[in-house]
Nanobody, 126 residues
């Protein structure tokens, strides 16, 4: 069993930055591949980025490449998503996700996710 708790969302202007955190708990958390997804109103939940607890490899959606950075801190049991150059289209609820059955590149599939966090709202104003 893995529990995921996100934090760090908020309201930011276009071009601004935010850092999301996902705190994991559970005895076997390090066996899981971790990812961030997001869901905008009226849209499907979509993959954003994925990482292993070792910090590598990482994998990104094309829409965030070069602007977002995913990282992990094994000692703190926390995953981060640094979001720079934010755009209004980045507005969404951001979810932390975990899977023990697929690697980083396959974390794009929602069907592979075993655990979800409760989500944190990110709003980018124009």
């Amino acid at each position: 069993q893995v529990q995921l708790v996100e934090s760090g969302g908020g309201l930011v202007q276009t071009g601004g930055s935010l850092r999301l955190s996902c705190a994991a708990s559970g005895r076997t958390f390090s066996a899981y591949t971790m990812a961030w997804f997001r869901q905008a109103p009226g849209k499907e939940r979509e993959f954003v980025a994925a990482v292993n607890w070792s910090g590598a490899p990482t994998y990104y959606a094309d829409s965030v490449k070069g602007r977002f950075t995913i990282s992990s801190d094994n000692a703190k049991k926390t995953i981060y998503l640094q979001m720079n150059s934010l755009k209004p289209e980045d507005t969404a609820v951001y979810y932390c996700a975990a899977s023990s059955i697929v690697g980083v590149a396959a974390m794009t599939r929602k069907s592979a996710i075993e655990y979800w966090g409760q989500g944190t709202q990110v709003t980018v104003s124009s």
